[in-house]
């Protein structure tokens, strides 16, 4: 059975499951929850916030200003050129931790946790999109900024870039759900989530778009969760030629980085979109991270938020 039928097959059966995407919509594993344990698989989604037992630190070796400078820039060119109007820039870092990624896991605090074996680990704040009762929910977050700058919340809400940025995120959103959904309604736009890591907090800014489907939804759930990838927070728009760019430009397999997991528990869905993320490596760390760039962007701006969102975070609001 095709991995995408077996999605739609476990649910139409009512079927407790987790699923696993990556990036490019390739590779799509599902487990049912008997499944897990036999796999070294652990999941937590919407966990209430409880005091770490252990803080995990890193050190962090991002790639040469020069280097990234050379990316931006011919994300740029492809933006004056018409081929895009938002991509989302990323680039793996190397980083160190006496932490392993088990215990990573274990003593973070996201939304959206998973740990997949010894491969990766991830510990999102950004969901996908959550089904109930027939309605689909999608939750686009695009705006980081560190909450220890003087006015941040109005200084992101105020930025035109960001809005720009945000606004394109959201129409895209809006069309991907309009292919598989009916009566598409923005509930709220941009609002601002804190997030608390060792060293600091940030605030992030996300909107929420809603849909209506049909009542025999969990019949074509592959084919749902098919036509939604990649989410447009990690890709950027239009959604095929600039996937095509990140390709060329980025030059390294984002693998199941930025991909999607979720939970269908026999009625509901949530989802998340697997990102801050480290993933295991011939035995070395990879913390991969990124923002989207756009005319408007600038590029020191944009290099120390890709280094920013290099963290663990220790309490997340949900």
């Not at 049912?32 to 036999?38: A, F, S, Y």
């Not at 009916?182 to 849909?211: D, M």
């Not at 990690?234 to 060329?248: A, D, F, H, L, Y």
């Amino acid at each position: 059975m095709q991995s995408w039928d077996k999605i739609s097959d476990l649910a139409s059966k009512r079927i407790p499951f987790i699923f696993i995407i990556d990036y490019k919509a390739e590779k799509v594993l599902t487990y049912t929850l008997d499944e897990l344990d036999e796999e070294d698989i652990e999941f937590s989604i919407d966990e209430m916030g409880t005091p770490v037992k252990e803080h995990i630190s890193l050190e962090k070796f991002p790639i040469d200003f020069k280097i990234y400078k050379d990316k931006f820039e011919a994300v740029i060119e492809e933006i004056k050129n018409g081929n895009t109007y938002l991509l989302n820039l990323t680039q793996p870092t190397k980083i160190e931790t006496k932490s392993t990624l088990k215990e990573i896991f274990k003593n973070s605090h996201a939304r959206f946790k998973l740990r997949y074996k010894d491969r990766f680990v991830s510990f999102s704040p950004e969901p996908f999109i959550s089904i109930s009762e027939n309605k689909i929910h999608t939750f686009p977050m695009k705006g980081t900024i560190d909450a220890s700058i003087k006015d941040a919340r109005e200084k992101i809400l105020n930025s035109p870039k960001e809005l720009a940025e945000h606004i394109m995120i959201v129409d895209l959103l809006r069309n991907d759900l309009g292919k598989i959904a009916t009566n598409i309604k923005l509930e709220k736009f941009r609002y601002v989530e804190s997030i608390s890591t060792l060293n600091k907090t940030l605030l992030q800014v996300s909107s929420h778009i809603s849909g209506k489907l049909t009542n025999n939804w969990h019949e074509n759930l592959g084919e749902i969760l098919k036509n939604l990838l990649p989410a447009g927070s990690i890709s950027g728009t239009p959604k095929k030629r600039t996937c095509e760019i990140i390709e060329n430009i980025e030059e390294y397999d984002r693998d199941f980085f930025s991909g999607v997991f979720g939970y269908f528990d026999g009625d509901n869905l949530k989802s998340g979109v697997l990102i801050r993320f480290i993933e295991k490596k011939d035995n070395q760390l990879f913390y991969k991270s990124g923002g989207g760039i756009t005319i408007d962007s600038n590029l020191t701006d944009e290099y120390n938020e890709f280094i920013n969102k290099i963290y663990i975070p220790i309490l997340s609001e949900i």
